[in-house]
């Protein structure tokens, strides 16, 4: 009823969109809200679950993101975003402020488990997510029930440590978009150079499958480990070439353009640790770094997942829930010293540093330039 009820709302919405004459026509604007309440009411029907075991978590009253309870007191978060803070808090669902503990982290997987005392919430059931296809629905669920972002899952599970990736060995134009991706370089001696691909060639399909732009590509390069032979069509001078490289090792991390990195930047915050998971899935999703912690589920409502980072504008990495099954039948390794944890953690768990020492430098510098002018305008 629910998968019916959900994916009916979902096609209505699509069916009817929002264009600029529909939101001029006061009878189509008000038939995309009554499908837009719809579409939102199923989506409180599936998230229903998830709501009762996610809370906020919060330092001096800025919020570090979310926690997922897992039984006895004890809530998951993601560590690279709590340790840091001298104080964590949760507020639970009678709006109280309880102090949360570390108990221990999952340094590979850059999980924190907390002890809250007097919590009393249930633990989480954590759903199977091998078998979910390409394209699924999926909803990252707030305390309220609401969802905080809807996507697609546009990833099946793979690993990023960078000796599981296959490496082409290309650099490609994120600008990028339509009849497919241009090449803009080689790297000399990779899968790509020995395989016969050429700067300004145009990849227009991978394994049989049209691709348009330059996420799309990147997010099924991705997908192949090394020794892999992904069957790679391009465009060249209008003539259509079919090519079969095989996949090397990465030796060395993907370094993300200055284009793309801007991009980013300037679609929102990203998490300092966003790499370098051993399995991952991979949403559209779009939310914030202090986002990371929300429970995500697909149209059954089943937890498939946890939010452990922003890596981009379109991608939200997603811990799968059978993994996170897995995770908490170990013990988690003991923090024995606060200060010095905080830093290992950052290159730990492969993060970078926080700018706020630098942030600090820039708006002092700021305040001294204000200082001068105000200082030439009072002698003029």
Known sequence: MKFTLFSNALMAVALCGTSLKAQQDPLAQEKTDR??????????????????????????????????????????????????????YLVDKKEQALRATIEGVYPQHDLALLKVSGLGAKAARWADATSLPE??????????????????????????????????????????????????????????????????????????????????????????????????????????????????????????????EQMDRMSGTRSVVRSDFGNVLQSDMELEA???????????????????????????LILPGDDLAKILKSEPEEVTDQGRQVRRSRSAFGGQPRRRDSMQRELEEMMRMMQRLQSELNRE
Not at 45 to 51: M, T, Y
Not at 166 to 194: K, T, W, Y
Not at 291 to 314: H, K, M, T, Y
């Open 35 to 88: 499908q837009a309440q719809e579409i939102f009411k199923a989506l409180r029907a599936v998230g229903f679950e998830a709501k009762d075991v996610v809370f906020p978590l919060y330092s001096q009253r800025v919020k570090l993101g979310y926690g997922v309870s897992v039984g006895e007191d004890k809530v998951l978060a993601k560590a690279s975003e709590l340790m840091v803070n001298s104080a964590v």
């Open 135 to 260: 394209g699924a629905f999926l909803a990252a669920i707030r305390p309220d029930g609401e969802a905080q972002a809807m996507g697609v899952l546009s990833v099946q599970e793979r690993s990023l440590k960078v000796e599981d990736q296959g490496f082409l060995g290309i650099s490609m134009d994120p600008r990028s978009f339509g009849q497919g991706v241009r090449v803009e370089s080689v790297v000399e001696g990779s899968a790509a150079d020995e395989a016969g691909i050429k700067a300004g060639d145009l990849i227009t399909e991978i394994e049989a499958q049209k691709v348009k732009g330059f996420f799309e590509v990147s997010n099924r390069l991705r997908r192949f480990k090394k020794g892999e032979k992904p069957d790679i069509k391009l465009m060249r001078k209008g003539r259509e070439i079919s090519v079969r490289p095989v996949l090397q090792g990465r030796e060395i991390p993907e370094q993300d353009s200055r284009r793309l």
């Open 290 to 316: 202090s986002d990371s912690g929300l429970p995500v589920v697909d149209l059954e409502g089943r937890i498939v997942g946890f939010v452990i980072a922003r890596q981009g504008r379109i991608s939200t």
